[in-house]
């Protein structure tokens, strides 16, 4: 199955680059590509991509603003979005998951991690870069109070102690090695506590832990709170 993705970007020789290292993969095809948000909204309409690689900043309408038309609520028929980032654009990460974005990578993403990105986030996984998840999630803590929302749903223990992994940033795999359970076990776990907590992906999974206050930084499972039934 190919993967079609758009990229945006308002530099040419970056969306160049991202173009060839995309299409140097015979299942992944790059079907548009746009210098702005409202280019790259439009261009994914009429394209149809399973991903659309976002840079931030873009003059008229920019990257954020971009993923909440393309994916955020309310949006009828969503399109995964994968948001370039770097280090010193935190807060717009936060931003643009909370717009709808499946995830993120870095400005200077090595090809191999930018190809797995665009690949996972076409699954519907939802990725958070393994670069950078720790840092940006330490910083989310430390600067958003938990939120409390209503009560959470009912969660079995393994579901829990899912989570507790998710929001810190493992993969499936990882977190199969630190239960001591298949990866196809750790998957079933992991569909079924996005769906009771109404998440579509992991990304949104690991937001909500740390607006609730489930998990701090640099906690391990069963230290500090959890989550509880209502």
Same mark, same amino acid.
């Given at each position: 199955?190919?993967?079609?993705?758009?990229?945006?970007?308002?530099?040419?020789?970056?969306?160049?680059?991202?173009?060839?290292? #995309?299409?140097?993969?015979?299942?992944?095809?790059?079907?548009?590509?746009?210098?702005?948000?409202?280019?790259?909204?439009?261009?994914?309409?009429?394209?149809?991509?399973?991903?659309?690689?976002?840079?931030?900043?873009?003059?008229?309408?920019?990257?954020?603003?971009?993923?909440?038309?393309?994916?955020?609520?309310?949006?009828?028929?969503?399109?995964?979005? +994968?948001?370039?980032?770097?280090?010193?654009?935190?807060?717009?990460?936060?931003?643009? =998951?909370?717009?709808?974005?499946?995830?993120?990578? =870095?400005?200077?993403?090595?090809?191999?991690? =930018?190809?797995?990105?665009?690949?996972?986030?076409?699954?519907?996984?939802?990725?958070?870069?393994?670069?950078?998840?720790?840092? =940006?999630?330490?910083?989310?803590?430390?600067?958003?109070?938990?939120?409390?929302?209503?009560? +959470?749903?009912?969660?079995?223990?393994?579901?829990?102690?899912?989570?507790? #992994?998710?929001?810190?940033? +493992?993969?499936?795999?990882?977190?199969?090695?630190?239960?001591?359970?298949?990866?196809?076990?750790?998957?079933?776990?992991?569909?079924?506590?996005?769906?009771?907590?109404?998440?579509?992906?992991?990304?949104?999974?690991?937001? +909500?832990?740390?607006?609730?206050?489930?998990?701090?930084?640099?906690?391990?499972?069963?230290?500090?709170?959890?989550?509880?039934?209502?």
């Amino acid at each position: 199955m190919t993967v079609r993705v758009v990229v945006a970007d308002d530099q040419a020789v970056v969306r160049a680059g991202f173009r060839t290292i #995309l299409e140097s993969e015979p299942d992944v095809e790059v079907v548009g590509e746009a210098a702005d948000g409202a280019e790259a909204v439009a261009v994914a309409r009429r394209t149809r991509p399973d991903v659309v690689l976002v840079d931030v900043r873009m003059p008229r309408v920019d990257g954020i603003a971009a993923t909440a038309e393309l994916a955020g609520p309310g949006v009828v028929d969503p399109v995964a979005v +994968l948001v370039v980032t770097t280090f010193d654009l935190d807060e717009y990460v936060f931003a643009a =998951l909370r717009a709808g974005a499946s995830g993120f990578v =870095l400005k200077d993403v090595e090809p191999d991690e =930018l190809v797995t990105a665009v690949r996972v986030v076409a699954a519907g996984e939802g990725l958070v870069s393994p670069g950078v998840t720790r840092r =940006l999630i330490a910083e989310f803590a430390r600067t958003r109070a938990p939120r409390p929302t209503g009560p +959470l749903p009912e969660l079995t223990e393994r579901e829990r102690q899912t989570w507790l #992994l998710v929001a810190r940033g +493992l993969s499936n795999a990882e977190i199969a090695a630190e239960l001591v359970l298949s990866p196809s076990t750790v998957k079933t776990h992991v569909g079924n506590l996005l769906a009771k907590l109404g998440c579509r992906d992991r990304v949104r999974a690991v937001v +909500l832990a740390y607006e609730r206050g489930v998990v701090l930084p640099g906690s391990r499972p069963g230290a500090g709170g959890g989550p509880t039934g209502p």
